[in-house]
């Protein structure tokens, strides 16, 4: 007998005064999980005080209501739940989850981190070491540092933007370490507020009962700022990175895509599983099975200032390089030909079941309606997903390929011992 999972009840949007979002799902069981989104990441960092948001998230939990840090992080493990979270180019996340007779004080903790923390001076000297350790790494890893390069020539900060933009790391630059002080700190925090956060919760409570704890948590955080750094994509550019030491040539490409609220999203999403979905997709088969030209090769999509990029990788022997580049770009320049019935089978069906999948956890779930609301502005109902898919067509697909050429505007950044 097949198993039957218990559909989870309609979502919830509420806004709290002060702007928060929150996004509630009930679903039956003892456990809950919730994930708190603002929009202020490493690319809203002050220009000349890059790892800003890094180094504040890291400060924020050495000590917050008169605990210390160890006093902290012991209040959380004595509720026995799993935190996670971190910084991103676009916003700063904070999730717990656990046992559902937790999550007001799960809640009342994360507040009293954003709320009242107690920000010791004497820890700045040791996180901006650990930044500086971090950024010091990314210089064995080439992969990591061709990402940051490619940012950089595809999302030039403008001259004029007081924000730092995308092209470092959420631990910044030496610079703007050496530059960060207790002060600039404290006014970056200022920023972390309800202005356009989500919190996106799941737990088994009646939704009057979910929004008194979440306002009574959350209800007096900080206005908080919605900052904008823009993604003014750099079409055609073609630049290498010089790294005698490197034994591969790795290789990056970034295309234009579509926007999450264009109506072409979900055949976008299907024509880039058909081209990097798995072993039986396009690339892996063309680059790696067909010609054994690399061992990794993937493509996927990238959101940035509210709009959808095509970003491709792979990394090649020196010698090899150019021709993987050639083939890699060939089966980019196929895409406007179409799908097979057999490509558009697969790749829906791969969609399908991430839909599903990505449902059953709670904590996956619960990062699922926050970022629901951030980037398409509401909830996407699991059964819409599901119709939405099942409605397209082969030839509905194929009609929006003919005219989707990421080729004839793609930006190409290399980094290796030669030029490709």
Known sequence: MPAVFPAPSASELWTLPGGLRVAFERRAGPGFAFDLRLPVGSAHDPHGLEGSSGVLEEWLFKGAAGRDARALQDAFDDLGVRRGGGVGPEATRFGVSGLRDDLRASLALVADVLLRPDLPETELPVLTDLARQDLDGLQDSPPDLLALEARRVTFPRPAASPLAGFAHPPSGTPEGLEALTADTLRAHLE??????????????????????????????????????????????????????????????????????????????????????????????????????????????????????????????????????????????ARLPQGLSADEFRRARSGLKASVVFGAESMRARAGALTRDVAVFGRVRPLAELREGLDALTLEGVNDFLAGYNPVSDITVVTLGPSNV
């Open 191 to 332: 920023s972390y507020g309800q202005a356009g956060a989500v919190l996106g919760l799941v737990a088994d409570l009646e939704p009057e009962a979910a929004r008194a704890l979440v306002a009574g948590a959350l209800d007096g955080l900080r206005p908080g700022e919605q900052p904008h750094a823009p993604a003014d994509f750099q079409p055609r550019q073609r630049i290498h990175v010089p790294d005698e030491d490197a034994e591969q040539t790795h290789l990056s490409l970034t295309a234009p895509g579509i926007a999450p609220r264009d109506p072409r999203w979900l055949a976008w999403q299907v024509a880039l599983t058909a081209l990097s979905g798995g072993s039986a997709s396009r690339l892996f088969h063309a680059v790696r099975e067909e010609r054994g030209l690399a061992y990794a090769v993937s493509a996927s999509p990238v959101l940035l200032g509210g709009q959808g990029f095509l970003t491709a990788y792979a990394g090649s022997t020196p010698a090899r390089a150019p021709e993987t580049l050639e083939v890699m770009l060939a089966e980019l």
